[in-house]
């Protein structure tokens, strides 16, 4: 399979799913706006959004909004190019993908949501990048966030990898909640994973943090969690995605004004989709590995794409335009906040 087509493999059911699903207009002509997120501590804002009444408040009760969860960023990208969503959270390698795969045309990000919050965590017998030779390490999906940094992690440590599995270290894609099973049960050796499953697989799995990513940018900041938005509807609803936007900036405030209260609901969340609410000791530590900012840290972006270029996973593009950041600036300086830069 070649890499610029890597994710294509999803899109025909994903067209099926959501089949006759158009964004804009509904039944009786009701403007819909269509969001993706997942069920993770890293999309906390589109969480507490969503449950707080903050994005159906902005944009009022002539509009239905359809929130759906999903897994990981590459299966949110080809609801997006099937028509099936209007914005979604999602994390940069993903959204990277979707607009080289579309030259320049598919998606826009127009604000960041969380920063931080990944991590390899290995078996405890490990210490050192060398002792990795031989293993078979996590990722959530082939080509996601954390797919590409560990492979560009490794490359830097002198160990291959190859899109099959293959090379010094064999890289095993799989859902987290798997993962956290075959990490308990010895089948592999790490993960490379967002939280809550990297303090998951420390506390449940009895795991050490070989490596936080926040170590390896300026800083400790680097983009994990961003809201795109299909560029045709931000043409055509600038009204909405603006609405959607000033939800979204106060969102962000309020995870960081009141870190407790926002677990509790955050966790609330979580169990609605998966079934289990996460312990007390996990969403706490993994909340404090994270960041919540509405900049995208753009220049972590940049970094990531050259990584998934070096990997194999896309074609080298520009990413002249992938930002557009007008709408969220506008809301920011209204409240006499800096604008965020790209």
Known sequence: ?????????????????????????????????????????????????????????????????????????????????SDALDLTYIGPNPAINAFARSGGEAIRIIA??????????????????????????????????????????????????????????????????????????????GAWVPEPWATRLVLEGRGTVLVDERSLWPDGRFVTTHLIVRTAFLRDHPDLVAAFLRAHVRAVAFVNAQPAEARTIVNAGIEAVTGRALPDSVITRAWGNLAFTVDPVATSLRRSADAAVAEGLIRPAPLDGIYDLAPLNAILRAAGRAPVAE
């Open 112 to 189: 960041g949501a969380a920063s931080g919050g990944t991590a390899l965590v290995v078996q405890p017998s490990i210490t050192s990048a060398a002792q990795l030779r031989g293993t078979r390490l996590a990722t959530p999906q082939l080509g996601n966030t954390q797919d590409v940094a560990l492979r560009s992690w490794l490359r830097a440590q002198g160990l291959t990898t190859s899109l099959e599995g293959g090379g010094d270290v064999s890289i095993v894609p799989q859902p987290n909640a798997q993962t956290l099973e075959t990490f308990r049960a010895g089948q592999i050796q």
């Open 1 to 81: 399979m070649t890499p610029q087509y890597l994710f294509a493999s999803t899109a025909v059911a994903l067209v099926t799913v959501f089949a006759g699903c158009r964004g804009g207009r509904g039944a009786g002509d009701t403007p819909v706006i269509r969001v993706g997120y997942f069920a993770n501590v890293t999309h906390a804002p589109a969480i507490v959004g969503l449950r707080q009444g903050y994005f159906a408040a902005e944009l009022g009760t002539g509009v239905r909004l359809e929130p759906r969860a999903f897994n990981a960023g590459p299966e949110a990208v080809e609801a997006l190019f």
